[in-house]
């Protein structure tokens, strides 16, 4: 085969390993197996009478398909049996990544099983069990375990987290890394009669590493970002350092990848080949001088990736530096694209779970970028201007991609970028790098090296937190817009056209200046109104659509710097549905299952009112509201009780109530009636009301409502299916078509409560659990409510059968 064939064939297979991540159903392995019989066209005459090109896209793409689904079906035949979940069940194992510590004094940590101890924790024949926990252990301020080989006492439950149409997937991560359950510890001794194989050593070693950086580096005053960038060991990192990072589009600086092993594969080149050729200058040719060089390198570099983690990330940059390497310092005359798709097509044979990592497309989309950019220039460009070029590329180029993501594209990243990129590489890895080794040789030298570190990184992250604090402007549009303006920046640096650079310039400026001005003012408009019940776990958040208008009703949960439901879910959705202001938002009352993230909604949304059930606690709540680096100040927004009829443009009503009298929490919920005036339907969300509440509610209703028994009624479950709410004379007045349940899988208060369910499902309701169903979108169809439940548009390590969602039921 020739290098062409090579390279297409490479393509081709990354194409379908690829492909096998957007079908919905895992194909069985008979049909896996069907899928490499296009390597007999290799073998059989009728080769000869088919083009090249037809057999090896055939042949590669069909590998490709095959490859990765022959591992998904490994990883999801690991499987915890729903009789295991929450139930102590003993393992022994060696832990397999650097204890982190978590929230709630815990430790939180990787266990990789060797042994599971019962008769009864057989699952079957066809099925396995997981060979890798991801693990809770509370009550362990010091994070400290007692050793490496341990035998565990666990309570786990099988994959499972949040399920909307966009935002961070929680099961997608556990997937990806390889976790097949979830879990807590309640005990811990030592096992030593674990045998510990050469991964075991090595998860050993790198541990003790980490510890040895600890007791190294403590002291400094930036030992966070010491141990980030020196052995990619993130968990010392503060809120306050992830918001720094993220303002300024510098996270990939604490993430041990592409740029860290470049600047190691380039100071060992460097260092070796002037080395050799002092040395042996009459003894090795060229091309023995080169290929030794080459070793170096990818020893240099493979030692440096196994002591920071040997992460996903890392691997890959590993494969890219080891190819291009290759090509470099054995003087290949290969097409600069031709090594990019080797090390595409290596990079998923190794990992064939790669395309589930944001970071395998951003550092490829990189990397590809900045070749368009720099492989076909004719002559060279001054480093500054070569910096500048490739920050504007990547910026511009990079922001569909982020944007497809979930992920914004900070302005601020210009600045911080250019900057930041060439002190990072000329001085502070240098200074890591030495300095790490300096010590572990002379130990006493620390007390000299490590104000030195210091130094270089005081003054880094002194500018990035000054970039963040400036306030930027706010750059928004659709995906077809953003790509848009990419691909004009991308044609005016690589076009060497003047006049058409010029033109290019002015229209960016114009649009940039349009945004600007149109930003956070206009919601897309829909034709039929929807409901939208988000997933966020244990709480409630519900959206509500008509026109351009939009409703709110809560913000879901918030654990001040563990998790917030406004983040990872209400933002990423609504702003993945193109909306930029929240006309009406309601907060129920101020528990944090409810109003969790309210400053951060109000910060990244123009809000035209919000209605509480607790208007003084939620002026408290808005209090504390500030922006990442306290850039941007929000007008202060009135907060009104909750009374009164109002509309969403002429086709919903909404009518909101509480209860007169001095109450406070649950019993303080606004309750909120959306009827969709032509058809009859009506939605209630009545928050966290208990039972005695519901009564007052039922006779206000009777007495006030102007309307019969509507044609459909939809009720969000009080309280999350709690036993004190939904009382007899609550359903069996209202008589609910379906009703909602919005609770945390397996969550510890037991929610939706066995009694509760009974009784709406012996009142006909058609029952919905978000733990289940993930997010429901329910919209008004010929005089009826069609409802779409997000598992069933979920990929196949989510939804596919036999899982957690599978298997879910309402009890």
């Known amino acids: 085969m020739s290098g062409s ?100 004094n815990s430790v939180r940590f990787s266990f990789c099983v060797t042994q ?56 997608d991560w556990l997937f990806r890394k390889g976790y097949r359950a979830t879990g807590s510890v309640r005990s811990a001794v030592p096992d030593p009669a674990v045998f510990c194989s050469l991964q075991c050593q090595y998860h050993r070693i790198h541990i003790d590493l980490t510890h040895w950086v600890d007791e190294q580096f403590a002291g400094a005053s930036y030992y966070p970002l010491i141990a980030s960038m020196l052995i990619g060991n993130r968990g010392h990192l503060s809120a306050h350092h992830w918001e720094v990072f993220k303002a300024t589009g510098t996270i990939h600086l604490v993430a041990i990848s ?33 290929l030794a060089v080459f070793l170096v390198v990818v020893l240099c570099c493979l030692f440096y990736a196994l002591a920071a983690g040997f992460t996903v990330p890392t691997r890959r940059a590993l494969v890219m530096v080891a190819v291009g390497g290759w090509l470099l310092l054995m003087a ?68 569909p991609l982020l944007e497809l993501t979930g992920q914004g594209q900070p302005v601020a990243g210009l600045l911080a970028n250019i900057l930041a990129i060439p002190w990072v590489s000329l001085v502070v890895m240098p200074a890591l790098i030495v300095g790490g080794l300096t010590i572990a040789v002379f130990p006493s030298s620390s007390s000299l090296i490590v104000p030195i570190i210091d130094a270089v990184l005081g003054a880094m992250w002194s500018f990035l937190e000054w970039v963040a604090g400036i306030s930027w402007p706010d750059l928004e549009g659709t995906v077809p817009e953003i790509a848009g303006f990419g691909v004009l920046v991308m044609l005016i640096i690589t076009v060497p056209v003047r006049v058409f650079r010029v033109a290019g310039t002015v229209l960016i400026l114009f649009w940039i200046g349009l945004a600007s001005l149109q930003s956070g003012s206009d919601n897309p408009r829909v034709a039929v109104p929807d409901v939208w019940v988000w997933d966020v776990g244990q709480g409630l958040s519900v959206m509500v659509r008509a026109g351009d208008q939009v409703l709110l009703y809560d913000t879901g949960p918030e654990v001040k710097g563990v998790f917030s439901a406004a983040e990872s879910v209400i933002l990423p959705n609504l702003r993945a549905l193109g909306i930029r202001r929240i006309d009406t938002l309601v907060v129920s009352h101020a528990d944090s299952d409810h109003s969790g993230g309210l400053a951060l909604l109000v910060d990244e ?108 009624l939809v009720v969000i479950a009080p309280h999350h299916g709690s036993k004190t709410s939904s009382s007899d004379a609550w359903v069996g007045t209202l008589q609910p078509d379906r009703v909602v349940y919005t609770a945390g899988y397996r969550h510890r208060y037991g929610h939706p409560h066995r009694d509760i369910t009974a009784r709406y499902r012996r009142a006909g309701a058609e029952a919905f659990n978000t733990a289940c169903s993930g997010a429901l979108t329910m919209t008004v169809a010929g005089g009826t409510i069609k409802t779409r439940e997000a598992r069933h548009e979920s990929p196949f390590w989510i939804g596919g059968p036999s899982l957690a969602r599978d298997q879910c039921k309402v009890p």
């Open 605 to 712: 949304f123009q809000v035209g009112r919000i209605l509480t059930g607790e208007p003084e606690s939620i002026r408290e709540k808005l209090g504390y509201a500030r922006t990442v680096g306290g850039g941007r100040e929000h007008r202060e927004i009135k907060v009104q009780g909750c009374s009164g009829e109002r509309r969403l443009t002429s086709v919903l009503s909404l009518f909101f109530w509480q209860a007169s009298g001095e109450f406070a929490g649950n019993d303080a919920s606004c309750v909120l009636t959306v009827r969709h005036n032509e058809a009859g339907i009506e939605w209630l969300l009545p928050g966290d009301i208990s039972a005695s509440i519901e009564s007052r509610y039922l006779k206000m209703r009777a007495e006030k409502f102007p309307w019969n028994t509507p044609g459909e």
């Open 116 to 171: 599971w101890y019962g008769i009864s924790l057989t699952p079957g024949p066809d099925v396995a069990l997981p060979k890798m926990l991801r693990l809770a252990w509370y009550g362990r301020p010091d994070g400290v375990l007692p050793d490496h080989r341990l035998r565990l006492e666990v309570v786990l439950k099988r994959p499972h987290g949040a399920l909307n149409p966009a935002g961070f997937r929680y099961e």
């Open 332 to 399: 290949r005359q290969v097409a600069v694209w031709h090594s990019i798709i080797v090390a595409l097509g290596l990079v998923l044979l190794l990992d064939p779970f790669a395309p589930l990592d944001q970071g395998f497309w951003l550092s490829f989309g990189a990397v590809s970028l900045l070749t368009c950019v720099f492989a076909g220039r004719l002559g060279g460009t001054g480093w500054l201007s070569g910096l500048v070029v490739a920050q504007g590329a990547v910026f511009a180029g990079l922001w």
């Open 258 to 290: 592409g740029l860290h092993l470049g600047l190691v594969a380039l100071g060992a080149g460097f260092f070796a080949r002037r080395l050799l050729l002092a040395m042996s200058a009459y003894r090795m040719s060229e091309r023995s001088v080169r």
């Open 5 to 104: 064939s090579t390279v297409l064939g490479a393509f081709a297979f990354s194409c379908g390993v690829i492909l096998l991540y957007r079908l919905a159903v895992l194909p069985p392995p008979v049909w896996l197996l069907g899928f490499t019989l296009p390597t007999l066209l290799w073998l059989l005459p009728i080769r000869q009478r088919m083009p090249l090109l037809v057999v090896v896209i055939s042949l590669g793409l069909a590998l490709g398909v095959a490859w990765a689904g022959i591992w998904a079906h490994v990883r999801l035949e690991q499987k915890l049996s729903p009789d295991l979940e929450g139930v102590k069940v003993e393992v022994s194992g060696y832990v397999c990544d650097v204890p982190e510590a978590g929230s709630f």
